[in-house]
């Protein structure tokens, strides 16, 4: 919404809503006392059909050598400047007729029949009620995970039996220094009227659905440029004793994205199988290892910092 403001002083003359109206875009707010400018403008007309003659003539005689050149140009440029005269007092008459810049519902009347306001005096306030925006923060670590057009609900104590559903419209691009949030834009349906400009909501950001991937700690992946690694634990065969052993196989491997401490795999390893978790810059290729699992990280999707 919008507070709707004198662009220019005067004398109120005519009010034409009443508090709490709805309005469409253009419709007449208030109109200030143009006297003194109607008055300026019959001159300013005056003016400027007089330099028109005075333009046509100095034409026709221009045509005939008997005016010179410069003199036409001095007709022109006097006609030029009186309808410029004319246009800025109608702007000044216009800027002293307020009117609603949208359509949507009004405050309450800020000015009376007769007062003398200043330039940017308060006339009232215009809120678009439906559709309506919906402002919310999320902290700077869940910035990436959300996006233009996913599907918001809102909930308020004002209509406690009900949640209202919209998308986002727009991110702001600065994180703010003070929180460590960011601003983002939700714009909702409210044909009932239930929600109002300032009122508090709770937010919450639809996900959209995504497919299950494969996630393993990131502490596993070996990153080289020319391919990034895992080793992955296999059970073979010992050729000279016949007995089961494990050994490490180096797969190459695409990674996805990140989300905590892990990240996903989107080729090179399949479900089910082992990899190391820890440790992985001191091993090589068909290394016999044994499992110890009680020296393993404890990974997060969502790590949080240690209290101090």
Do not use: H
């Amino acid at each position: 919404g919008v507070t709707v403001s004198a662009e220019l002083g005067g004398k109120v003359s005519e009010i034409a809503f009443e508090s709490g109206d709805r309005v469409e875009a253009g419709d007449l707010l208030v109109r200030l006392d143009t006297t003194a400018e109607e008055a300026q403008l019959r001159s300013a007309e005056a003016a400027e059909k007089l330099a028109r003659i005075n333009l046509d003539r100095n034409r026709g005689l221009r045509a005939n050598k008997t005016v010179s050149q410069s003199d036409l140009d001095t007709a022109e440029a006097n006609y030029k400047q009186a309808t410029a005269q004319v246009e800025n007092v109608k702007a000044t008459i216009a800027k002293k007729t307020l009117r609603a810049p949208f359509s949507g519902q009004l405050g309450l009347r800020q000015v009376n029949l007769g007062q003398i306001i200043e330039q940017g005096t308060p006339v009232v306030t215009l809120q678009t009620i439906d559709p309506i925006y919906a402002d919310f923060s999320l902290p700077q670590q869940r910035f990436s995970s959300v996006a233009v057009g996913n599907e918001v609900r809102i909930t308020t104590d004002a209509a406690e039996d009900k949640s209202f559903s919209g998308k986002i419209i727009a991110i702001n691009p600065e994180i703010d220094q003070a929180t460590r949030t960011v601003r983002i834009r939700s714009t909702l349906s409210n044909q009932e009227e239930l929600l109002r400009p300032g009122m508090f909501a709770n937010v919450k950001v639809i996900m959209p659905q995504q497919d299950d991937v494969l996630a393993i700690p990131a502490t596993s992946v070996l990153y080289a440029p020319y391919g990034d690694t895992v080793f992955v634990i296999d059970t073979t065969k010992d050729e000279a004793t016949g007995e089961e052993q494990k050994t490490l196989r180096q797969q190459i491997i695409r990674l996805g994205r990140t989300r905590g401490d892990y990240v996903a795999v989107v080729t090179g390893l399949k479900e089910g199988e082992t990899v190391v978790t820890s440790g992985v810059f001191k091993l090589r290729p068909n290394m016999a290892v044994v499992v110890d699992n009680s020296l393993a990280l404890d990974a997060k999707l969502d790590p949080q910092p240690a209290n101090e």
